[in-house]
Protein backbone atom coordinates (compact mmCIF):
# COMPACT_ATOMS: atom_id res chain seq x y z
CA UNK A 1 0.00 0.00 0.00
CA UNK A 2 1.26 3.41 -1.23
CA UNK A 3 1.79 5.69 1.83
CA UNK A 4 1.29 9.32 1.75
CA UNK A 5 3.26 11.25 -1.37
CA UNK A 6 4.49 14.68 -0.69
CA UNK A 7 6.80 16.58 -3.81
CA UNK A 8 9.06 18.46 -4.36
CA UNK A 9 10.75 16.83 -1.61
CA UNK A 10 13.21 19.67 -1.95
CA UNK A 11 12.63 23.50 -2.48
CA UNK A 12 15.16 26.64 -2.52
CA UNK A 13 13.28 29.78 -3.52
CA UNK A 14 13.86 33.87 -2.98
CA UNK A 15 12.01 35.43 -0.18
CA UNK A 16 8.88 37.27 -1.57
CA UNK A 17 8.23 34.47 -4.26
CA UNK A 18 5.38 32.41 -4.04
CA UNK A 19 5.55 28.34 -3.32
CA UNK A 20 3.31 25.31 -3.29
CA UNK A 21 3.51 22.41 -1.88
CA UNK A 22 1.49 19.13 -2.76
CA UNK A 23 0.32 16.03 -0.74
CA UNK A 24 -1.52 12.94 -1.97
CA UNK A 25 -2.76 10.93 1.61
CA UNK A 26 -3.16 7.24 1.72
CA UNK A 27 -6.33 5.93 -0.66
CA UNK A 28 -9.29 6.52 1.58
CA UNK A 29 -8.12 8.43 4.25
CA UNK A 30 -10.90 11.29 4.77
CA UNK A 31 -9.20 13.31 7.13
CA UNK A 32 -5.27 15.77 5.47
CA UNK A 33 -3.63 17.52 8.18
CA UNK A 34 -0.09 19.74 6.82
CA UNK A 35 2.20 20.55 9.48
CA UNK A 36 5.07 22.78 10.10
CA UNK A 37 8.16 21.76 11.70
CA UNK A 38 11.17 23.83 12.35
CA UNK A 39 14.30 22.59 13.23
CA UNK A 40 14.74 20.65 16.28
CA UNK A 41 11.01 20.69 17.13
CA UNK A 42 8.07 18.82 17.15
CA UNK A 43 5.61 19.12 13.76
CA UNK A 44 2.84 21.79 14.77
CA UNK A 45 -0.53 21.38 12.86
CA UNK A 46 -1.33 23.82 10.57
CA UNK A 47 -4.56 23.01 9.13
CA UNK A 48 -6.81 20.02 8.95
CA UNK A 49 -9.41 18.66 6.85
CA UNK A 50 -12.20 16.16 6.94
CA UNK A 51 -12.74 15.27 3.51
CA UNK A 52 -13.21 18.88 1.71
CA UNK A 53 -13.99 21.23 4.69
CA UNK A 54 -11.55 22.56 7.10
CA UNK A 55 -12.25 21.57 10.25
CA UNK A 56 -9.15 23.59 12.05
CA UNK A 57 -7.30 25.97 10.37
CA UNK A 58 -7.04 28.20 13.36
CA UNK A 59 -3.18 27.97 12.98
CA UNK A 60 -2.58 28.83 9.85
CA UNK A 61 -1.37 32.36 9.13
CA UNK A 62 -4.09 33.57 6.86
CA UNK A 63 -2.13 36.62 5.43
CA UNK A 64 0.34 34.54 3.62
CA UNK A 65 -0.85 31.00 3.51
CA UNK A 66 -3.30 29.28 1.91
CA UNK A 67 -4.80 25.57 1.44
CA UNK A 68 -6.79 23.42 -0.59
CA UNK A 69 -8.21 19.90 -1.04
CA UNK A 70 -10.49 19.76 -3.62
CA UNK A 71 -12.42 16.85 -4.03
CA UNK A 72 -11.08 15.69 -0.85
CA UNK A 73 -8.75 14.00 -2.35
CA UNK A 74 -5.08 15.33 -2.58
CA UNK A 75 -4.48 19.03 -1.13
CA UNK A 76 -1.65 21.92 -1.84
CA UNK A 77 -0.61 23.65 0.82
CA UNK A 78 0.83 27.75 -0.63
CA UNK A 79 2.83 30.46 0.72
CA UNK A 80 2.90 33.58 -0.64
CA UNK A 81 4.78 35.52 -0.78
CA UNK A 82 7.19 33.47 1.39
CA UNK A 83 9.46 35.25 4.40
CA UNK A 84 12.56 33.79 6.03
CA UNK A 85 11.14 32.47 8.68
CA UNK A 86 8.69 30.24 6.54
CA UNK A 87 11.98 27.97 6.32
CA UNK A 88 11.23 24.48 7.69
CA UNK A 89 9.78 21.65 6.85
CA UNK A 90 5.90 21.07 5.82
CA UNK A 91 4.46 17.75 6.88
CA UNK A 92 1.14 16.27 5.48
CA UNK A 93 -0.13 13.73 7.15
CA UNK A 94 -3.52 11.73 6.79
CA UNK A 95 -5.45 9.18 8.88
CA UNK A 96 -9.47 7.37 8.60
CA UNK A 97 -12.50 8.62 10.74
CA UNK A 98 -14.73 6.03 10.87
CA UNK A 99 -18.53 5.79 10.11
CA UNK A 100 -19.30 5.52 13.62
CA UNK A 101 -17.18 9.24 14.26
CA UNK A 102 -14.27 7.68 15.60
CA UNK A 103 -10.63 7.54 14.19
CA UNK A 104 -8.76 4.47 13.21
CA UNK A 105 -5.39 4.88 16.07
CA UNK A 106 -2.79 6.16 14.13
CA UNK A 107 -2.05 9.58 11.62
CA UNK A 108 0.28 8.33 8.44
CA UNK A 109 3.13 10.55 7.74
CA UNK A 110 4.41 11.83 4.09
CA UNK A 111 8.42 12.37 4.07
CA UNK A 112 7.78 16.27 4.15
CA UNK A 113 8.54 18.95 1.78
CA UNK A 114 12.16 20.81 3.36
CA UNK A 115 11.43 24.63 2.36
CA UNK A 116 14.62 26.78 2.45
CA UNK A 117 13.76 30.67 1.87
CA UNK A 118 17.20 33.15 0.72
CA UNK B 1 1.51 23.55 24.72
CA UNK B 2 2.68 19.87 24.74
CA UNK B 3 1.24 18.30 28.09
CA UNK B 4 3.85 16.24 28.47
CA UNK B 5 7.58 15.84 29.66
CA UNK B 6 10.38 13.73 27.99
CA UNK B 7 14.07 13.88 28.51
CA UNK B 8 15.96 15.44 25.79
CA UNK B 9 18.43 12.55 25.20
CA UNK B 10 19.27 8.98 25.52
CA UNK B 11 21.60 6.65 24.59
CA UNK B 12 21.06 2.52 24.47
CA UNK B 13 23.77 0.02 23.12
CA UNK B 14 22.57 -2.39 20.09
CA UNK B 15 20.63 -5.46 21.49
CA UNK B 16 19.84 -3.84 24.98
CA UNK B 17 16.07 -2.92 26.16
CA UNK B 18 15.68 1.02 25.39
CA UNK B 19 13.40 2.43 28.68
CA UNK B 20 11.69 5.42 27.22
CA UNK B 21 10.07 7.78 30.27
CA UNK B 22 7.26 10.29 29.89
CA UNK B 23 5.82 12.42 32.33
CA UNK B 24 1.94 13.43 31.75
CA UNK B 25 0.78 14.27 35.00
CA UNK B 26 -1.96 16.56 34.37
CA UNK B 27 -3.38 13.71 31.74
CA UNK B 28 -7.26 13.69 32.14
CA UNK B 29 -9.33 10.57 32.28
CA UNK B 30 -10.23 9.90 28.68
CA UNK B 31 -6.92 10.85 27.12
CA UNK B 32 -5.17 8.45 25.19
CA UNK B 33 -1.05 7.97 25.29
CA UNK B 34 0.60 7.60 22.03
CA UNK B 35 3.80 7.61 21.16
CA UNK B 36 5.30 8.70 17.71
CA UNK B 37 9.03 8.70 16.37
CA UNK B 38 10.66 10.04 13.74
CA UNK B 39 14.10 8.82 12.15
CA UNK B 40 16.30 11.40 10.55
CA UNK B 41 14.75 13.18 7.27
CA UNK B 42 11.18 11.25 7.07
CA UNK B 43 7.87 11.72 8.74
CA UNK B 44 6.66 10.94 12.13
CA UNK B 45 5.62 6.89 12.94
CA UNK B 46 3.04 5.96 14.77
CA UNK B 47 4.39 3.04 17.34
CA UNK B 48 1.50 2.21 20.21
CA UNK B 49 -0.75 4.14 21.96
CA UNK B 50 -2.87 2.90 25.27
CA UNK B 51 -5.38 4.30 28.15
CA UNK B 52 -5.02 2.51 31.36
CA UNK B 53 -3.47 -0.73 30.71
CA UNK B 54 -0.09 -1.38 29.12
CA UNK B 55 -0.28 -2.56 25.51
CA UNK B 56 2.22 -4.40 23.26
CA UNK B 57 2.68 -4.61 19.72
CA UNK B 58 5.65 -5.28 17.49
CA UNK B 59 7.42 -2.69 18.02
CA UNK B 60 7.61 -2.28 21.47
CA UNK B 61 5.93 -1.98 25.15
CA UNK B 62 3.79 0.71 26.63
CA UNK B 63 3.94 0.57 30.46
CA UNK B 64 1.32 2.96 32.28
CA UNK B 65 1.72 3.79 35.90
CA UNK B 66 -1.74 3.28 37.61
CA UNK B 67 -1.99 6.59 38.29
CA UNK B 68 -1.25 7.53 34.29
CA UNK B 69 0.82 10.35 35.42
CA UNK B 70 3.60 8.91 33.44
CA UNK B 71 4.35 6.15 31.27
CA UNK B 72 7.38 4.06 29.55
CA UNK B 73 8.03 3.34 26.07
CA UNK B 74 10.46 -0.27 25.77
CA UNK B 75 11.82 -1.44 22.68
CA UNK B 76 12.92 -4.69 23.91
CA UNK B 77 16.07 -5.28 21.92
CA UNK B 78 17.22 -1.66 20.15
CA UNK B 79 18.94 -1.50 16.83
CA UNK B 80 20.84 1.09 15.03
CA UNK B 81 17.69 2.20 12.65
CA UNK B 82 15.56 2.58 15.98
CA UNK B 83 17.80 5.71 16.46
CA UNK B 84 15.18 8.89 16.20
CA UNK B 85 13.21 11.41 18.28
CA UNK B 86 10.42 10.03 20.49
CA UNK B 87 7.37 11.85 20.88
CA UNK B 88 5.02 10.61 23.50
CA UNK B 89 1.52 12.56 23.54
CA UNK B 90 -1.69 12.85 25.15
CA UNK B 91 -4.29 13.34 23.57
CA UNK B 92 -8.33 12.38 23.21
CA UNK B 93 -7.90 11.17 19.37
CA UNK B 94 -5.48 10.84 16.74
CA UNK B 95 -6.50 13.67 15.02
CA UNK B 96 -5.42 16.30 17.94
CA UNK B 97 -2.00 15.42 18.22
CA UNK B 98 0.54 18.50 19.84
CA UNK B 99 3.80 17.29 19.40
CA UNK B 100 6.07 18.58 21.92
CA UNK B 101 10.21 18.33 21.29
CA UNK B 102 10.48 14.73 22.06
CA UNK B 103 13.58 12.75 23.63
CA UNK B 104 16.40 11.93 20.73
CA UNK B 105 17.43 7.90 21.26
CA UNK B 106 21.01 7.50 19.74
CA UNK B 107 21.35 3.56 19.79
CA UNK B 108 25.38 2.40 19.31
CA UNK B 109 27.13 -0.35 18.37
Known amino acids: EAGVVQSPRYKIIEKKQPVAFWCNPISGHNTLYWYLQNLGQGPELLIRYENEEAVDDSQLPKDRFSAERLKGVDSTLKIQPAELGDSAVYLC????????????????FGPGTRLTVL | DAKTTQPPSMDCAEGRAANLPCNHSTISGNEYVYWYRQIHSQGPQYIIH???NNETNEMASLIITEDRKSSTLILPHATLRDTAVYYCIVGYNTDKLIFGTGTRLQVFP
Open chain 2, 50 to 52: GLK
Open chain 1, 93 to 108: ASSLLGTSGSWEDEQF
